[in-house]
């Protein structure tokens, strides 16, 4: 929780040349307060860690201060976690951070956690910006105030499209009417 607040209160600078489709890296390691009673790092912790990787991927896009200026606020729509390995008291770990793509309602991004080469973990989110009140920023504006321009999404990985539309997240289709 200290570094979720650190990273929101205290943003790293922004990279010169980030755009939004490159990955962004965030260095950890395993702490004390991050194990569960078996001695590796508990399930809801990944969360945690994966919003502190996003905090800095809006450090390293420089939206920081246009989300501030706005009102704007990050939300996690919904998420899944893959666990493959188990990090283990005071490993060394980075996650990688990466827009897949977006719509007019999120922006789906893919969260890796590794040592060296070796995967540990794989999150994909949907997430959104909400204003003050708690209303929906389409992603679509979001991408046009970070960039200056209305740049069209990739093409969802196959995978992370049908875990969109199974999670309810995707785009609907407009309902008939009569």
């Known amino acids: 929780m200290l570094q979720l607040t650190w990273t929101g209160l205290f943003p790293r600078k922004a990279r010169p040349g980030q755009t939004l489709l490159d990955p962004s890296v965030t260095r950890m390691r395993v702490g004390p307060l991050d194990l569960?009673?078996?001695?590796?790092?508990?399930n809801g912790t990944y969360l945690q860690m994966m919003d502190v990787a996003r905090n800095n991927q809006i450090a390293d896009l420089g939206m920081f201060p246009v989300a501030k200026e706005k009102g704007w606020a990050p939300v996690v729509a919904a998420s899944t976690m893959k666990y493959r390995r188990s990090l283990q008291p005071f490993d060394r770990f980075e996650i990688t951070t990466r827009i897949l793509g977006w719509d007019e309602r999120v922006f789906y991004l893919e969260q890796?956690?590794?040592?060296?080469?070796t995967l540990y973990a794989r999150g994909i989110v949907a997430s959104r910006f909400l204003d003050r009140r708690g209303n929906r920023i389409s992603a679509l504006d979001v991408v046009r105030d970070a960039t200056g321009q209305d740049l069209p999404s990739p093409a969802l990985p196959e995978d992370v499209a049908a875990w969109a539309r199974a999670m309810d997240v995707a785009p609907r289709e407009p309902s008939a009417k009569n």
């Open 112 to 117: 890796v956690f590794t040592r060296g080469d």
């Open 36 to 42: 569960d009673s078996y001695l590796h790092v508990n």
